[in-house]
């Protein structure tokens, strides 16, 4: 089947009683698309057919380190994002982040440089919806999306125990009630999409990103997966109040790469993907009403995911019936070309991607932006982006973002409040996994003179590759020493050499086993 006829047919599955609506639809004076009583695919269709190509490809790509293109320093610029994006662009990645570079901690002020405040945050958004509906030809809202694998990867948000963590509680109710904060702290601050949930089967202890998935059992994966999506989305597709759109990673293979390496191929059966990999995307697709897909980076067969028609037409779309936006993994499409060699260039990965069915490009869009070229040039049906466009605005639709795209104004009573961190405590309660005790655990104050907190873990605590700057944080060795305070003495063993290795050799210890974190 051509290019053109898979995407035209699609396209005609897709629309409902369309054919007898007028593409340029008006009522009580003004747009049908601005007509929030109207239905949703009749919406879409309207502002489709009122947008030029440049417009359209706008749609279906995002900015991260592109940020500078619209920013003076690190405010807004209505002047500069006029001039750089004059068809007006469809996503901003990662709003809490300054700068939008993947390395931003290396940057002038280090961490701290990396992170906006929630004020900060709050304004950013604001300033660029209201040029958004005021200023752009369309008015169409900005979707912005931002990382919340275990809390809202923000300044000042709750951040709770790492997803393993939280698999190991085997607590659908806790996993629903947690994604329902971070739900509630993300639209806070205006944000309508998180990239989670993760349920990747992690198979390769090798693999980097452990920490991200619930394991390896295909139905504990599942089972997590669609409560935390439940807890972020609601039972709706339509989004309720404090809920945000919901995007389920990775598919699929992720978690049994060669040799452990994060984006190496995965030798899987189809079997082997039907019976373990599948069955927890499957069951979110069926059981919730997820808005968005992320594919994986590795590849099946020597086809990546993100240009694989089979897993991302033929399985999830034709199979599973899944009828929302696919949304890249960062820099995937582009890695088409430069890590996994299967396509010659950029312009050649934006096709192969969107004849696959991925409709928008993150962080950046880099070869999406080749588009309006390559369609002029007849490389590219202009079919195939319309169905792109029609999935992404669709999400805007869902969302509510053309009635109601602004942070709400107490947005600080909302995030890392004590009811949310009375919560994390609970969750870190139930995810505790103790693998051995000989009888030491639980600490009693006044049972020991002196105690022994060892590891390269213990003065720091580590809350998750998928974690900003909390409101408050407790190391092991603070809590420790915050316990026994006045009935024992709590010390940390530095190098042989430093005054404070040499404490003697204590009653009980608790050791601290690294572990290793993906970025």
Not at 231 to 243: I, R, Y
Request: charged fraction near 20%.
């Amino acid at each position: 089947m051509t290019f053109a006829r898979r995407q035209a047919l699609g396209l005609l599955a897709s629309t409902s009683l369309l054919s007898a609506t007028p593409a340029m639809a008006a009522t009580k004076g003004g747009p049908l698309y601005k007509d929030a009583t109207a239905p949703i695919d009749l919406r879409v269709r309207d502002l489709l057919g009122r947008m030029t190509l440049e417009e359209k490809v706008g749609q279906i790509i995002a900015l991260w380190a592109t940020k500078a293109d619209i920013m003076d320093g690190l405010t807004f610029s209505p002047a500069k994002a006029s001039k750089a994006y004059p068809a007006s662009f469809g996503q901003i990645t990662r709003p809490s982040d300054k700068r939008g570079a993947p390395d931003g901690s290396q940057q002038a002020g280090g961490v701290g440089a990396r992170w906006r405040t929630p004020a900060d945050t709050v304004a950013f958004i604001t300033a660029i919806q209201k040029w958004a509906i005021e200023e752009t030809r369309l008015g169409i809202p900005v979707l912005f999306h931002e990382e919340s694998l275990h809390g809202y990867m923000a300044t000042e948000a709750t951040s709770f125990p790492m997803a393993i963590g939280l698999a190991g509680s085997f607590d659908r109710q806790l996993m629903h009630d947690i994604q329902s904060v971070t739900a509630r702290e993300v639209r806070a601050r205006g944000v309508h999409l998180a990239l989670s949930p993760v349920v990747d089967i992690a198979r390769d202890p090798r693999w980097g990103r452990i920490e991200e998935t619930f394991g390896e059992d295909p139905y504990l994966c599942g089972e997590m997966g669609v409560a935390a999506v439940l807890g972020l989305q609601g039972e709706s597709k339509q989004l309720g109040p404090d809920k945000v759109m919901a995007t389920l990673k990775h598919m699929t293979g992720h978690g049994q790469p060669e040799s452990g390496q994060n984006i190496a191929p995965a030798s899987i059966s189809e079997r082997e993907l039907r019976e373990n990999f599948f069955p927890p995307f499957r069951e979110v697709v069926r059981r919730t009403g997820i808005a968005a897909v992320m594919p994986s980076y590795n590849e099946i067969d020597g086809v990546p995911s993100h240009q694989s028609t089979w897993l991302l037409g033929d399985i999830l779309r034709g199979e599973w019936h899944f009828d929302g936006a696919v949304v890249s993994d960062y820099g995937a499409v582009h890695e088409l070309d430069t890590i996994h060699h299967v396509q010659p260039d950029p312009e050649a990965s934006a096709r192969a991607a969107l004849r696959a069915g991925v409709d928008c490009e993150l962080p950046d869009g880099l070869t999406y932006r080749t588009l309006v070229s390559q369609v002029r040039a007849g490389k590219v049906p202009v079919e195939a982006v319309d169905m792109a466009v029609r999935r992404m605005l669709t999400l805007k639709f869902r969302a509510g973002l053309f009635e109601n795209p602004w942070p709400r104004q107490d947005y600080a009573t909302l995030t890392g409040n004590a009811e949310a961190r009375a919560l994390a405590l609970k969750a870190a309660h139930k995810s505790i996994a103790l693998l051995k005790n000989d009888g030491t655990l639980p600490l009693t104050a006044g049972a020991h003179k002196r105690v022994a907190v060892i590891g390269p873990n213990a003065a720091v605590a580590r809350l998750g590759g998928y974690s900003s700057i909390p409101r408050q944080e407790v190391s092991l060795l603070e809590g420790i020493e915050a316990k026994l305070k006045g009935k024992a003495q709590v010390s940390m063993p530095r190098a042989s050499s430093s005054p404070r290795a040499r404490i003697g050799r204590p009653t009980t210890c608790c050791s601290l086993i690294p572990r290793r974190t993906a970025p």
